[in-house]
C-alpha cells in the first residue's frame, strides 16, 4: 500500500464518519453506475437505457434512448409507437450518445462504451465505425449478430453485474 493509498483511505473512512474505509467502486462498476443514472433520463415508456462514453476516465459524452429532442415522448398505450415489437420513436442511448460527441466535436475513437445493455447490431455498426474499442455492458439484448459483428470487429465486449441501486 503506498503513502498515497493510506492517505485516500484514511480520508475515506473521516468522510464517512465511521472510521471504517468504505470500498471505492472500480472505474467499471463506476461507469456502470453513471450510466444508471444516465438511464434515469430515458423518455422511451418501454425501457430505460443509457450509454457512457468514456476515455482516459472521463466522461466523453452520455445518451439515453427516447424521442429525439423537441419531439413528445414515446407512448406505448394500446401498442402506440410500436412497429415490429419496437418502438419506432426512439433514438437508441448509444446512437445518442454518439451524436451528442459529434455535436460538440469530441472524437470517441478508441473510447469504451459503458452501457445498460448490449448494443444492437445498428448500434454496433454505428459504434464500429466511430473507433469504440470496447464496450461494457450490464443487461443482455438478445441480438446474436451484434455480438457477431463486434466480435469480428476486434472489441472488446464485456458483461458486468448490474450495480446496485443508489440511495
Same mark, same amino acid.
Given at each position: *500500500?503506498?503513502?498515497? %493509498? !493510506? ?9 464517512? #464518519?465511521?472510521?471504517? !474505509? ?10 456502470? &453506475? ?8 430515458? %423518455? ?7 450509454? /457512457? ?8 459524452? %452520455? ?6 429532442? #423537441? ?5 406505448? %398505450?394500446?401498442? #402506440? ?37 448490449? @448494443?444492437? /447490431? ?9 473507433? /469504440?474499442?470496447?464496450? !461494457?455492458? *450490464?443487461? /443482455?439484448? @438478445?441480438?446474436? @449478430?451484434?455480438?457477431? *459483428?463486434?466480435?469480428?470487429? #476486434?472489441?472488446?465486449?464485456? &458483461? *458486468? ?7
Amino acid at each position: *500500500m503506498t503513502d498515497e %493509498t !493510506v492517505t485516500d483511505t484514511s480520508k475515506a473512512a473521516a468522510a464517512n #464518519g465511521s472510521g471504517a !474505509v468504505a470500498r471505492r467502486p472500480s472505474w467499471d462498476e463506476y461507469f456502470c &453506475q453513471v450510466t444508471r443514472a444516465v438511464a434515469s433520463r430515458s %423518455t422511451c415508456s418501454r425501457k430505460a437505457v443509457g450509454a /457512457v462514453l468514456v476515455k482516459n476516465r472521463l466522461i466523453l459524452a %452520455t445518451g439515453y434512448n427516447g424521442a429525439p429532442a #423537441g419531439l413528445r415522448h414515446c407512448d406505448h %398505450t394500446g401498442g #402506440g409507437d410500436l412497429l415490429n415489437g419496437h418502438c419506432a420513436r426512439s433514438a437508441h442511448a448509444e446512437q445518442n450518445a454518439v451524436v451528442q460527441a459529434a455535436r460538440h466535436g469530441i472524437s470517441i475513437e478508441g473510447a469504451t462504451l459503458y452501457c445498460t445493455n448490449n @448494443p444492437c /447490431v445498428n448500434c454496433a455498426k454505428l459504434l464500429i465505425n466511430a473507433g /469504440v474499442r470496447r464496450i !461494457v455492458y *450490464m443487461e /443482455v439484448y @438478445p441480438d446474436q @449478430p451484434a455480438f457477431d *459483428m463486434l466480435a469480428e470487429a #476486434g472489441i472488446a465486449l464485456e &458483461q *458486468m453485474p448490474a450495480p446496485p441501486p443508489t440511495t
